[in-house]
């Protein structure tokens, strides 16, 4: 995702720009652009940043949600392999229609070299 082109604190930073103008003169202009400019676009910044609060709540429930429910899922998958080997063992192709690895077809663990001490 490419930088953006405004710093993440542009609300606070827009908002402490406005106060000061306030204090400088509110009719003091920069060319076309005036604080009741400024001050109309926080006023419209304000409830999209408050939508977008909301909307990411609502996004972590949803995957705090979804996470619980895989995570069920898990154990259920595993407790349905484990007794496929326990019933069948873990040679059988029974174990292998459930998604496990035959015993058979496992590979032989690798030895380590013992160092020279």
Known sequence: MPAKAY??????????VLDAWKEIGAKVAFGDLSSDMLSSDLTQATPLQSQMNTLEAQLTDLRNQRDALYEAIWEKVKRVRNGVKGSYGDDSSQYEMVGGTRLSERKTPARKKATAA
């Open 7 to 16: 710093p993440t604190d542009v609300l606070e930073q827009a908002q402490a």
